[in-house]
């Protein structure tokens, strides 16, 4: 049994707005192993970020967690004062990379002066300790010339450089867990490899537990030892990342499988998921993909499925996988692309 580091049971939380409550997040559960990468894959507003904010208790000021517990080495995080938060667990235990660096760069400070921040603050070590702390942080980074760069401001940089002093920032206090909030996003397709290579990297020479939230399919693949498929505030599908690709059993996922775009594909136009997620103003009877699924049947109008058990770590919430359902068969084009995925994954 792998330890778990972090865990996140039935958390619950609705946004209070002009227009009413929005029911954002309902009753997510979410498991993350000790050294081991988790994604938390959806599309935009499925609540993939507003879930790991609750763990960091960043939150905006119209949330209400009406339940759930979020373990941390066994501590519930939600049980600590946002003073707590901040002192005892964000950055020296858990820190976060967000998706656009220059936003979580200060314009006005250098880059060296916000990666020894959090070290006077957490490590209470001296200036010269930190700053040597600091150049050795640039370099595991991959930041050339860091005795020089260590006095440079954030605008003279470039994106994939901010993106990485972001990730030296985050790793300053030596946290356990590293949460990505679309780490690649703003970056070309050749500095998003380079940056997804280094976190593996460093994982690996920190032991650090890793948390990827991304829509991109094609990252999970590359990063992910598990992954969780949330939909409508929900984790709708959990498994290995090998069952989530080549043994899919959501109509969500293979949803979101089909629209990658693919050179092999027959069909001559890229895939997109029908319709549009529902409003969780208006929280929709039964399953929240019933309207968008084909394969919907008339319990899935009325009630919403539990998780389903296919394997030891592979649960999916669909009524496909009761025992009365009608069977129905992953689409054809899809089959085809996992069989030329997994022969590719051979070969490599």
């Not at 998921?273 to 699924?293: K, M, T, V, Y």
Request: proline share 5%; aromatic share 6%; hydrophobic share 40%.
């Amino acid at each position: 049994m792998e330890k778990i580091i972090l865990s996140i049971k039935n958390l619950d939380i609705t946004f209070r707005t002009n227009a009413g409550n929005v029911h954002a997040i309902r009753g997510v559960n979410f498991d993350l192993p000790l050294g081991k990468t988790v994604a938390l894959v959806g599309e935009s507003g499925s609540g993939k970020s507003v879930t790991m904010k609750a763990v960091t208790g960043l939150l905006d000021s119209n949330s209400v967690i009406n339940s759930g517990n979020v373990f941390y080495n066994g501590e519930d995080l939600l049980t600590l004062t946002k003073k707590d938060l901040r002192q005892k667990i964000n950055g020296q235990q858990i820190a976060m990379v967000f998706q656009d660096p220059m936003t979580s760069l200060d314009p006005t400070m250098t880059i060296g002066d916000q990666i020894m921040e959090g070290m006077f603050l957490h490590k209470k070590i001296s200036k010269t300790d930190a700053r040597q702390k600091a150049v050795e942080l640039l370099n595991l980074v991959g930041i050339a010339d860091a005795e020089k760069r260590i006095k440079n401001y954030p605008h003279q940089l470039s994106g994939g450089m901010r993106q990485r002093v972001v990730i030296a920032v985050a790793l300053s206090c030596e946290p356990k867990i590293l949460i990505c909030d679309e780490p690649t996003t703003a970056l070309d397709v050749t500095v998003q490899a380079r940056i997804l290579d280094l976190i593996k990297k460093i994982q690996a020479e920190m032991n650090l537990s890793v948390i990827y939230i991304t829509h991109d399919l094609g990252v999970v693949a590359k990063v992910a030892d598990y992954v969780n498929v949330m939909y409508a505030g929900k984790v709708i599908e959990v498994g290995t990342v090998e069952e989530i690709f080549y043994d899919p059993r959501h109509p969500y996922t293979w949803g979101l499988l089909s629209a990658m775009p693919d050179l092999e594909t027959d069909d001559d136009r890229l895939y997109s998921i029908p319709g549009s997620p529902p409003n969780l103003l208006h929280e929709p009877p039964g399953d929240a993909f019933a309207a968008r699924n084909k394969f919907a049947m008339k319990i899935d109008e009325k009630a919403e499925p539990p998780m389903f058990q296919i394997s030891e770590t592979h649960f999916a919430a669909t009524w496909l996988l009761h025992p009365d359902a009608p069977k129905v068969e992953l689409p054809q084009e899809l089959k085809s692309r996992l069989i030329r995925s997994r022969k590719a994954a051979e070969k490599q």
